[in-house]
C-alpha cells in the first residue's frame, strides 16, 4: 500500500518536481531549435569561408571548373562543430544541479535524475523535502524566466480558499493523479494546528498546499 503523505513540506516537493518536468520538456524543445539554427548558421560560415578559399584558375583552358564540385564535396562532408547555446548550458546547469542533488541523497544516479527525485520524495524527511522543494523551485522559476513561461497551474477561480478565502486557489495537475497538489498565494501561509485550512498537516508559516487525497483537490479539479 502506498504510505500516505500527509506533510505540507512532501507536497510542495511534488509539486516543484512536476513543474520543473513540464518546464525542462519545453527547455529541451528550445533546445533542439536553438541547436539546429546554430548547425545552420555553422553551416553558412562554413560554406562561406569555403567558397573565399576557392581560387578558380582564369583562362579559357576549361581547367578552372574544377574547383567549384570539389569545393561543395567539402562543405557536405565537413559538418561544422556547433557548441551549446545559451539554452543549451542553462538546459546543462539544470541537469547538473539534479545529478548533485540525487547524489547528495543518495538516489541512484544512472539516468535522469529527476524521476528519481521525485519519486524519492515521499521517503524523505519532511526537512529535507523543504530543502529539496526550494532547489527545485529555483531551477523551474530559472527556466520559465529564460522562456517566458508561466508558472505552473491552472487557477481556479469557482474556490475560496477555506484560511484566507479568496478565490486565488491553483491546481498543479500536470503530473500523475498521486501528484495532484492545490496551492493558494504564496502569502497565504499555515498558522499551525489551529488553522482553518483542514490541512491534515498543519505546519506554521508554511505556504497553504493540499494533497492528492485532500477533499478539496477533488474539488477543485471538477471545479477547473
Ligand atoms: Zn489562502
Ligand atoms: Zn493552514
Not at 116 to 132: E, F, G, I, Q, Y
Amino acid at each position: 500500500m502506498r504510505t500516505q503523505v500527509t506533510h505540507p513540506h512532501h507536497h510542495h516537493a511534488t509539486r516543484a518536481a512536476q513543474a520543473l518536468t513540464v518546464a525542462r520538456r519545453h527547455l529541451d524543445d528550445a533546445v533542439a531549435r536553438e541547436t539546429a539554427d546554430r548547425r545552420d548558421e555553422a553551416r553558412i560560415v562554413a560554406a562561406a569561408s569555403s567558397l573565399q578559399a576557392w581560387r578558380p584558375i582564369p583562362g579559357p583552358t576549361g581547367r578552372g571548373g574544377h574547383g567549384d564540385p570539389a569545393g561543395r564535396t567539402v562543405v557536405d562532408f565537413l559538418e561544422p562543430e556547433v557548441r551549446d547555446g545559451q539554452l543549451g548550458r542553462l538546459a546543462g546547469r539544470t541537469t547538473a544541479t539534479l545529478t548533485w542533488l540525487a547524489g547528495a541523497l543518495a538516489l541512484p544516479t544512472a539516468g535522469d535524475p529527476l524521476p528519481a527525485l521525485a519519486a524519492a520524495v515521499p521517503t524523505l524527511r519532511p526537512s529535507t523535502a523543504r530543502h529539496l522543494a526550494r532547489w527545485l523551485d529555483e531551477a523551474d522559476q530559472q527556466i520559465r524566466d529564460r522562456l517566458a513561461l508561466d508558472d505552473d497551474g491552472t487557477p481556479i477561480p469557482g474556490l475560496r480558499c477555506p484560511r484566507c478565502a479568496r478565490r486565488q486557489l491553483t491546481a498543479h495537475t500536470t503530473g500523475p493523479r498521486p501528484t495532484w497538489t492545490v496551492t493558494c498565494t504564496p502569502t497565504c501561509l499555515c498558522v499551525g494546528p489551529d488553522c482553518p485550512c483542514t490541512m491534515p498537516t498543519r505546519v506554521v508559516d508554511v505556504a497553504h498546499i493540499w494533497g492528492p487525497d485532500h477533499p478539496l483537490t477533488a474539488r477543485s479539479v471538477s471545479a477547473a
